[in-house]
């Protein structure tokens, strides 16, 4: 019979996502504080006796999603993975990965990267190739800077392009808003309008540090200082694409959030609240100002990848 093995992987906001100059390669060197949040993408993996390679795309009950933003191809990050692992271990056989996405899609919340971690862990397990996790992470980091992080999950720091990870002290549960939109923004489209604002002398950019104040509230588990402290230098490119967040934002913090940001490159709006039954408050402002086309409710830190399912 063959082997199917389920994981799931969480998604992600950035408390802080702090961008250098641009350098020669077109990279920009990075300094990133991500907490996995409790919004899982699901990949089940079932070994096949030939060299097929299958996927499938669902949506799980708290998202709604167009299908279509999706990709089916080989440009699909969860093929490209399963692809990397049999490629590491000389696999010969295939595959058919089911997806079943629980993260906004191209909302800055890295689903893409999650479907990636999971899907390496599901293909390493289903085909039995005995990978350590260590191995593992270094495939993670061949598939995107997201990608490592969402097989560790927890909270990190991120260097370098953002895969240069080193776990932060958390302590307590933080509880947030998600507000998500069905048209998504590019991230090298908001990094290309951030480079233009700097060529155009409208913003000044200095080699990224780690914000004290993050990883001070994040140690003392203190939400009311890490809303204060949440930085996004992504956001005022992101804002500028998508004007319409302005409003997101300024709704989340009439229903008193803690702070509210731009999630990575966007368009997801993330609001800290003081305790769960704050964020179910905060979340139906939100969807009463319909400023969003759909509103979740999240906590964090959580685990990274992890297998829920062997048969």
């Known amino acids: 019979m063959p082997r199917t093995v389920t994981v799931r992987a969480p998604g992600k906001v950035n408390l802080q996502l702090s961008v250098g100059p641009r350098r020669e390669d077109g990279y920009h060197p990075l300094v990133t504080v991500f907490q996995a949040v409790s919004l899982f993408e699901t990949v089940a993996a079932t070994a096949r006796d030939d060299e097929e390679f299958t996927l499938s795309v ?74 350590s996790r260590k191995e593992l992470e270094r495939i993670c980091a061949t598939l995107g800077a997201d990608v490592p992080f969402c097989l560790h999950g927890h909270t990190a720091v991120g260097l370098g392009r953002g ?4 776990p932060a002290m958390t302590h307590g549960e933080f509880h947030w808003v998600l507000a998500t939109q069905r048209i998504g923004l590019s991230t090298p489209g908001v990094f290309a309008e951030f480079d233009r604002a ?26 009311k200082r890490l809303g204060e402290a949440l930085t996004n230098d992504l956001q005022e490119s992101a804002l500028r694409l998508a004007p319409h967040l302005d409003r997101v934002l300024a709704a989340a913090m009439e229903a008193e959030a803690l702070g509210a940001v ?5 368009p997801t709006v993330a609001a800290l609240a003081r305790s769960r039954q704050h964020a179910l408050a905060i979340a139906a402002h939100l969807t009463a100002s319909d400023v969003a086309d759909h509103v979740l409710t999240a906590s964090g830190p959580v685990a990274g990848a992890t297998v829920l399912l062997e048969q």
């Open 262 to 266: 731009v999630s990575g490159s966007g």
């Open 58 to 131: 669902s949506t799980g009950p708290s998202l709604m999603l167009d299908p279509v933003v999706v990709p089916l191809d080989e440009t699909n990050l969860a093929l490209r993975a399963a692809r990397a692992v049999a490629e590491r271990y000389g696999i010969t056989d295939g595959i058919d990965l089911e997806i079943v996405k629980g993260v906004p899609v191209a909302g800055g919340m890295a689903g893409g990267s999650a479907d990636a971690a999971a899907a390496v862990v599901a293909c390493a397990e289903a085909w039995d190739v005995g990978a």
């Open 198 to 223: 700097v060529a155009a002398g409208e913003r000044t950019v200095a080699n990224p540090a780690i914000d004290d104040r993050v990883m001070a509230a994040l140690m003392a588990g203190d939400a």
């Open 163 to 166: 895969d240069e990870l080193s």
